[in-house]
């Protein structure tokens, strides 16, 4: 067999990229090692475990080139591995729902901050109704489903280093409520220099010039981490069977009894070990994750991993249907089985980012969606939009703040009052992007039971009980004004220019 001139280049080239991998490596591990001898022993310890997660990533990050998908290997999930929500529920519930509540604990992800909604401190901690924030819904509900069943559902909090300190100081006040709260870190992980994909920190300290250095490397480190914590083998020891997983900013991610049912009435050579709460899509959602088949196994695809010459075909809503709400189900004993054996292959998603002194670094992240494929029997559960309810900005805000919700034992439903169940389409502009100015603008919120869509850009106020109903587009030009006055019903009106209204 004759070699050519082109294998031989390629083969050369193949040694030293090896060459140049295991170089980045080594360097790597020597700017670990450095960083762990500035931390106290307490410390040391458990960063050595988050650098070992870190340095499996990395590992993988300079193993995997180009997109981790292969396009035409892609298809529509099977049609009975994503079921209607109605099947479900048409199995009724259990004679004894106890027991079920009893194997389950309910697990948020609140490693995040408000900073996007120009608040400080942990997002959770944002009063979203009536003064109650994301956490003491949370806590309501749960709370209301212990004393009503007369259960044992635990919550955790996957807190980041973050929001820990801060989260830890309000838990005191929940000491009396019927809920055992438990919190768990996930890890803490190294921004890295894009060019020599070396470490920007300079000791393991997370303040002074270190305040940009950390990342927590996104929810799919939820399995590394609680296993490492020893949370996941004492709820296995209290006979607890599945975690319900979600973003404690969605606010429609209750406890559903009918899916916590179906996990729990499985043949035991059968059990399902992962479901995944999907909602059809609408324009508003075109980059959310969409569940595919993939070689013969359910998995997650986001929009991170699609090839550039097919970002519009994943985005379409006619071949992807659905999205990925986050809202997760998933076997303890699986999770313990899988982190053991070193099975849970999650892809990579590399996130770019320019520092605030110009300083361009990645950060190697994962998705908690992404394991699904290596779950035995996963499925994916197509639920309605009502329990999607996210709050990611103060459009979102405005709408779990209006009539369009009323609130019970800390869950929010659309209103009976309201004539069709989609929610209103609002678009508030950057006046209004930090939760204080939002609330500055209205001195209450508007009646929106008829709204079908609302734009808001410029400096408008909103007086008392005005009420928006149709399509409603208020625009306040740059230097103008506009005062919506008390009392106004605005229906499908455009309003722009200037409107003052003084005092005299």
């Known amino acids: 067999m004759s070699l050519t001139v082109a294998d031989l280049t390629r083969g050369a080239m193949t040694e030293f990229q090896e060459k140049l991998r295991q170089q980045h490596e080594d360097s790597m591990h020597r700017e670990l090692e450095a960083l762990i001898a500035t931390a106290d022993q307490a410390a040391a310890e458990i960063s050595r475990k988050d650098f070992d997660g870190f340095k499996r990533l990395f590992h993988r990050f300079l193993q995997v080139k180009g997109p981790s998908v292969d396009w035409a290997k892609i298809n529509r999930p099977p049609e009975d591995s994503v079921q209607p929500y109605e099947k479900i529920k048409s199995k009724g519930l259990p004679d004894n729902i106890t027991a079920s509540l009893n194997k389950l604990a309910v697990v948020k992800l609140n490693g995040g901050l408000g900073t996007s909604m120009g608040c400080k401190g942990p997002k959770s901690l944002i009063s979203v109704r009536n003064e109650n924030t994301f956490l003491d819904l949370t806590v309501q509900q749960i709370e209301h489903l212990n004393k009503t069943f007369n259960a ?54 997370v303040n002074g010039e270190n305040v940009e250095a950390w990342y927590p490397p996104g929810h799919g480190d939820i399995y590394t981490s609680f296993y490492n914590s020893g949370l996941l083998d004492k709820l296995i020891a209290e006979g607890k069977e599945y975690i319900f997983v979600s973003n404690i900013d969605n606010l429609g991610a209750t406890v559903d009894l009918f899916i916590l049912h179906h996990l729990m009435s499985q043949p035991a050579d059968k059990r399902c070990e992962f479901i995944m709460e999907v909602t059809d899509k609408t324009r508003a959602d075109v980059k959310g994750g969409t569940l595919i088949q993939y070689e013969d196994h359910l998995r997650l695809l986001e929009i991170a991993q699609v090839p550039k010459a097919h970002v519009d075909e994943f985005k379409s809503v006619t071949k992807f249907k659905i999205f990925n709400t986050n809202n997760l189900w998933i076997s303890l004993p699986a999770i313990k089985r899988l982190h053991e054996k070193n099975a849970m292959d999650l892809e990579i998603i590399v996130n770019p980012k320019t520092l605030d002194g110009g300083l361009n670094i990645i950060q190697l992240e994962t998705a908690v969606g992404a394991a699904i494929k290596s779950f035995d029997n996963a499925m994916g559960v197509n639920v309605p939009r009502s329990r999607f309810l996210p709050v990611k900005t103060s459009s979102d805000l405005l709408l779990v703040m209006s009539n369009l919700y009323s609130l019970d034992a800390g869950s929010l439903t659309m209103s009976k009052k309201r004539e069709f169940p989609s929610t209103p389409h609002v678009k508030l502009g950057s006046s209004f992007t930090k939760v204080q100015e939002f609330l500055a603008r209205f001195e209450n919120i508007p009646d929106m039971l008829e709204l079908d869509h609302l734009t808001v850009s410029g400096d408008v106020t909103f007086g008392k009980n005005v009420s928006l109903k149709g399509t409603v587009i208020i625009i306040a030009n740059h230097g103008d004004r506009i005062d919506i006055p008390a009392g106004a019903m605005l229906e499908n009106k455009i309003v722009s220019g200037n409107l003052r209204i003084l005092d005299h």
């Open 152 to 205: 044992d559902v635990p919550l955790v909090l996957m807190n980041s280093f973050n929001t820990d300190e801060e989260t830890n100081k309000i838990l005191q006040k929940y000491k009396h409520h019927r809920v055992n709260i438990h919190t768990f870190n996930q890890s803490r992980y190294p921004r890295i220099n894009k060019e020599s994909l070396l470490p920007i920190a300079k000791s393991m300290r």
